[in-house]
């Protein structure tokens, strides 16, 4: 049966996700190298082999991502084609939340804003807040340089020693928001600060200020329902601080299964679904 495989091309690590024609996943895969040209040929090469797959099966390649523009001719005599980014976010965030619309967000480097559902696919905007917020400045606060570290460092903090919540402002609760809701992200830095400390807060205040833009999207929309996808999504303390504006803004976060590959899952669907359509 033919295979039709997405590639989303980062800076250097490249996500990859194949199925077969009739819309059955084969298996989703990543690498990492030193540049993208490296990351692509290393991910397609490891996702042949490891599955078995024989290059003649191979239908369609469908890159998108940063990188997709250095692949311009068909790749070993596989045609290739690109996919809006924008468009792959949307269509990968509701196959893997398995929902009709949503509004879904993708945390890469920056993160971008998609409008995803039966009227089509929108990009509404997006925030230079993202993964490279997070190590640049745990880079400089923390003397930590990738995300590994970054988690691991702030397992281990404490947010009451680096943010000042209202509590610590007011001795009762100020209209609708509790006493432990943030009233400034490093608003106290406390004396004793550890690197633990600094990377936690580096992360509260990088999803919270994602949460918020979610919020202030879907207050001018009928949708409540944000998927949320992309590298930093991985991230433990994701869920717990997602959860914490859901229940101050009562709208829905989901965080998918395998949501680091929701751009790849976009490429491979967009040309399954048109092909869908054709027929």
């Given at each position: 049966?033919?295979?039709?495989?997405?590639?989303?091309?980062?800076?250097?690590?490249?996500?990859?996700?194949?199925?077969?024609?009739?819309?059955?996943?084969?298996?989703?895969?990543?690498?990492e190298?030193?540049?993208?040209?490296?990351?692509?040929y290393g991910?397609?090469?490891?996702?042949?082999?490891?599955?078995?797959?024989?290059?003649?099966?191979?239908?369609?390649?469908?890159?998108?991502?940063?990188?997709?523009a250095?692949?311009?001719?068909?790749?070993?005599?596989?045609?290739?084609?690109?996919?809006?980014e924008?468009?792959?976010?949307?269509?990968?965030?509701?196959?893997?939340?398995?929902?009709?619309?949503?509004?879904?967000?993708?945390?890469?480097?920056?993160?971008?804003?998609?409008?995803?559902?039966?009227?089509?696919?929108?990009?509404?905007g997006?925030?230079?807040?993202?993964?490279?917020?997070?190590?640049?400045?745990?880079?400089?606060?923390?003397?930590?340089?990738?995300?590994?570290?970054?988690?691991e460092?702030?397992?281990?903090?404490?947010?009451?020693?680096?943010?000042?919540?209202?509590?610590?402002?007011?001795?009762?609760?100020?209209?609708?928001?509790?006493?432990?809701?943030?009233?400034?992200?490093?608003?106290?830095?406390?004396?004793?600060?550890?690197?633990?400390?600094?990377?936690?807060?580096?992360?509260?205040?990088?999803?919270?200020?994602?949460?918020?833009?979610?919020?202030?999207?879907?207050?001018?929309?009928?949708?409540?329902d944000?998927?949320?996808?992309?590298?930093?999504?991985?991230?433990?303390?994701?869920?717990?601080?997602?959860?914490?504006?859901?229940?101050?803004?009562?709208?829905?976060?989901?965080?998918?299964?395998?949501?680091?590959?929701?751009?790849?899952?976009?490429?491979?669907?967009?040309?399954?679904?048109?092909?869908?359509?054709?027929?």
């Open positions: 049966m033919n295979v039709i495989i997405g590639i989303d091309v980062g800076g250097s690590t490249t996500k990859i996700v194949g199925y077969y024609e009739n819309g059955k996943l084969i298996a989703r895969g990543q690498v190298a030193a540049d993208p040209l490296t990351s692509a991910a397609l090469g490891k996702f042949i082999n490891e599955n078995k797959l024989d290059l003649k099966q191979v239908k369609q390649i469908v890159f998108t991502g940063v990188g997709a250095l692949f311009r001719n068909d790749i070993y005599g596989i045609p290739a084609c690109h996919v809006d924008f468009q792959a976010i949307g269509l990968g965030g509701l196959a893997l939340s398995k929902k009709k619309e949503a509004f879904v967000i993708s945390m890469g480097t920056g993160t971008a804003f998609v409008r995803a559902g039966k009227n089509g696919i929108e990009h509404i997006g925030s230079g807040v993202g993964g490279g917020t997070v190590l640049g400045l745990c880079s400089r606060l923390c003397n930590a340089r990738s995300f590994d570290t970054v988690v460092l702030a397992h281990n903090g404490d947010l009451s020693k680096v943010d000042l919540n209202i509590a610590d402002i007011s001795s009762q609760n100020i209209s609708t928001l509790s006493k432990e809701v943030t009233a400034s992200n490093f608003g106290k830095m406390a004396d004793g600060l550890s690197t633990e400390d600094l990377a936690r807060g580096v992360l509260n205040m990088v999803f919270q200020t994602i949460g918020m833009l979610a919020v202030f999207a879907c207050r001018n929309d009928k949708i409540k944000v998927v949320v996808t992309g590298t930093l999504s991985t991230v433990p303390c994701a869920k717990v601080l997602f959860k914490q504006v859901e229940n101050l803004y009562k709208i829905k976060f989901t965080i998918p299964q395998h949501s680091i590959y929701a751009t790849a899952t976009g490429a491979a669907l967009s040309y399954i679904y048109k092909n869908r359509k054709k027929k």
